[in-house]
Nanobody, 113 residues
Framework: QVQLVESGGGSVQAGESLRLSCAAS????????MGWYRQAPGKQRELVATITSGGSTNYADSVKGRFTISRDNAKKRLYLQMNSLKPEDTAVYYC???????WGQGTQVTVSS
């Protein structure tokens, strides 16, 4: 069983930064691929970034160069550093164990212009 708990969301102005965290329980964290997703109002949930157990990353085109995904396997933590935020980044952000039904409950990010 894996539990995921996101934190770090909030309301910011365009151009500012936020750092999201995802705390994981369970023993598999260090060996699984993790992902950050987001869902804006009225839109489908979309993949933002993924990171393998070894640290290889992939990003959606919309966030490349602005967001950085990272992980600390010892602490069982997943992170998403979000810089140069835009109003279109407003969404609920979720972490997930890729390929599984394990999702966090989400954290709201609101970016105003």
């Amino acid at each position: 069983q894996v539990q995921l708990v996101e934190s770090g969301g909030g309301s910011v102005q365009a151009g500012e930064s936020l750092r999201l965290s995802c705390a994981a329980s369970g023993s598999i964290f260090s060996i699984v691929v993790m992902g950050w997703y987001r869902q804006a109002p009225g839109k489908q949930r979309e993949l933002v970034a993924t990171i393998t157990s070894g640290g290889s990353t992939n990003y959606a085109d919309s966030v490349k160069g602005r967001f950085t995904i990272s992980r600390d396997n010892a602490k069982k933590r997943l992170y998403l550093q979000m810089n140069s935020l835009k109003p279109e980044d407003t969404a609920v952000y979720y972490c997930r164990v890729q390929g599984s039904t394990y999702w966090g409950q989400g954290t709201q990010v609101t970016v105003s212009s």
